[in-house]
């Protein structure tokens, strides 16, 4: 078992851009979460997905943020229109199910100039 | 609103010596309380969480509810333990997970 996988490990954009990160969970895993970690803090939570639906967005910025965990593939945590506040590491972690343990993945870095 | 506070940004200790790595918190309700590591070039793993009360590479944690606290000891430090340690709280039937900003402890050999 690999494990949660993101790819890409790291990407720069220029502001206005676009961003998308992806994110396979552990197999036989159908719950994804996405955080937010900005230098010197700790992650934040944006949003909890399970297959096909959006369970929690509350940590989700308003604008320029989406996120989808499709039937197939993987999840994707799209951001429009980067702006340098966006730089940050973005993880993903997965779980069986509810209140099940979160395992994470090694995370996307995200620059933008 | 959830909070998780670590007061401490980092932490040295010699190798051999007890540690502990504060973590308090703010929750209104019963919250399941965790302790995740980041050891150099690996991803964030749990390293430990309240309700099962276990021993995970000597590590303890207990939750004091009465001094909303849930601190993490080992008596004994040894050199693989350096790493980021992250406290984290999730409560209200919530899946997601409330992290502190992280300690880093250094064991000095």
């Known amino acids: 078992n690999a494990g949660v996988m993101q790819n890409p490990r790291h990407l720069v954009r220029r502001r206005g851009q676009e961003a998308r990160l992806r994110c396979s969970p552990m197999?036989?895993?159908?719950?994804v979460y996405w955080y937010r970690q900005l230098p010197e803090e700790g992650l934040k939570f944006m949003v909890y997905l399970q297959k096909e639906n959006i369970i929690d967005e509350s940590g989700m910025p308003k604008e320029r943020f989406s996120a989808e965990f499709p039937k197939e593939g993987p999840s994707i945590l799209r951001i429009q229109q980067v702006v340098r506040g966006d730089s940050a590491a973005y993880f993903c972690?997965?779980?069986?199910?509810?209140?099940?343990?979160?395992?994470f993945g090694p995370g996307t870095r995200l620059l933008v100039l | 609103a959830q909070r998780v506070t670590q007061p401490e940004k980092l932490l040295s200790v010699f190798k051999g010596a007890p540690v502990e790595l504060k973590c308090n918190y703010s929750y209104s309700g019963s919250p399941e309380l965790f302790w995740y590591v980041q050891y150099s070039r690996q991803r964030l793993q749990l390293l430990l969480r309240?309700?099962s009360r276990e021993s995970i590479k000597g590590f303890t944690a207990d939750l004091n509810k009465g001094e909303t606290s849930f601190h993490l000891k080992k008596p004994f430090a040894q050199e693989e333990d350096s790493a980021m340690y992250y406290c984290a709280l999730s409560g209200g039937g919530a899946n997601n997970l409330f992290f502190g900003t992280g300690t880093r402890l250094t064991v000095i050999p």
């Open positions: 197999k036989g895993h159908s719950h």
């Open positions: 972690a997965s779980s069986a199910g509810v209140a099940e343990t979160q395992y």
């Open positions: 309240h309700i």
